[in-house]
């Protein structure tokens, strides 16, 4: 168990919808990155938030957005779903930025039909 | 552009005998380098990491990478491998004049009994 906790772990829901997904960084990490892993584009780091302000972005879609909120949990809002975006999306944390070892959520799978 | 390449997509190895999994790397500045292990239906986990000094690098469950600046390469390495390595292996990186990650597309370790 890393202690990164993610939720729902599963998410079904249909294409156009909006859908939110959560997660809660290991005690005393400021740090939070969200990745995106298909089959077909492999892991992809979508952007990170250090101690509640952007930090970095990746291949990230405008229909996605992320925050970090006060108390360090963070979620990852996806909107006008495609199929496409099927995939499973995890969270990580680490103790600040830069060459810190990520410590990686279960994951959550969400399927768009 | 940042970019890592894993020329395999699969490596079988038996049990016993020495494993290699294979990992090249672009960037721009100082890399720091990483592996993680992702096991089905889980999150990765951290395995090790190269910042600076010396170049060969000891992490988790016996295994080991060498950095190697002119090749530029950081290729994971374990004298004998196990049956339970069996998993998905995956290289990230990160230059030294940003703070995003790019992860390799993943190398599946097949070890035979």
């Known amino acids: 168990d890393s202690g990164v906790t993610q939720t729902p772990k599963h998410l079904i829901t249909a294409t156009g919808q909006r859908v939110t997904l959560r997660c809660s960084p290991r005690s005393g990490d400021l740090s939070v990155y969200w990745y995106q892993q298909s089959l077909d584009q492999g892991l992809q780091f979508l952007i990170q938030y250090y101690n509640g302000e952007e930090r970095a972005k990746g291949n990230i879609l405008e229909r996605f957005s992320a925050q970090q909120f006060p108390d360090l949990h963070s979620e990852l809002n996806l909107s006008s779903l495609e199929l496409g975006d099927s995939a499973l999306y995890f969270c990580?944390?680490?103790?600040?930025?830069?060459?810190?070892?990520?410590?990686f959520g279960p994951g959550t799978r969400l399927t768009v039909l | 552009a940042q970019s890592v390449a894993q020329p395999e997509d699969q490596v079988n190895v038996a049990e016993g005998n020495p494993l290699t999994v294979k990992c090249t790397y672009s960037?721009?500045?100082?890399?720091?380098l990483f592996w993680y292990v992702q096991y089905p239906n889980r999150g990765l986990q951290f395995l090790l990491k190269?910042?600076?000094?010396?170049?060969l690098v000891k992490g988790s469950y016996g295994f080991e990478a060498e950095f190697n600046k002119s090749q530029t390469s950081f290729h994971l390495k374990k004298p004998s491998a196990l049956v339970s390595d069996s998993a998905l292996y995956f290289c990230a990186v990160r230059g030294s004049g940003t703070y995003k990650y790019i992860f390799g597309t993943g190398t599946r370790l097949k070890v035979l009994a």
């Open positions: 960037v721009s500045g100082n890399p720091y």
């Open positions: 190269y910042i600076t000094g010396d170049n």
């Open positions: 990580a944390s680490s103790a600040s930025v830069g060459a810190d070892t990520q410590y």
